[in-house]
């Protein structure tokens, strides 16, 4: 079913334009995953009686802070490449024109999935949440086993030859060295 399923790549725009979206659907990304869906499984805790299992302090509020900050600042500086020199947005209902290996993607090929991910597990710390945390713990799995393998499907019909050498160079969740070139 993964390779029916067929992205829909930009229309021309200008970086700018590119980027109002891209930036427009970070912020519902976040407003509802980041900010809608862990409030509900912390209520979800209080209901069921799980608050007990909540945990507190400032030095777990500070670490959350600095998980969500660093998180966000790979997700905007990652979306930012995306939409200037991609030609398009991270949605694969307007996504990127060009193969993106600039920026954080030189160095891994999923730097939002991971940003995204850092930033829920900051925010299940800021709230003290164990399942919270473990709501974006598994988000992990989830994306690389249902969006992951659509994703690559659709980069390598788009952009063949060349993606397969990005791919076989660059990791997917952990850090490589830096990508020097597609030649």
Known sequence: MLNRIHAHVARPASPGWNLFKTLAWMVVFWTVFLFVLPVFILNLETAFGWSG?????????????????LGGGLGITSAIWMAVRGGGTPLPTDCARRLVIFGPYRYVRNPMAIAGLTQAVGVGLILGSPSVIAYALVGG?????FVRPWEEADLLTRFGEDYRRYR??????????RYESLR
């Open 168 to 177: 076989a160079a660059v990791r997917c969740w952990w850090p490589s060295r």
């Open 53 to 69: 299992w909540r945990f507190g302090g400032v030095a777990w509020v500070c670490v959350g802070i600095v998980l969500f900050v």
């Open 141 to 145: 799995p989830i994306w690389h086993v």
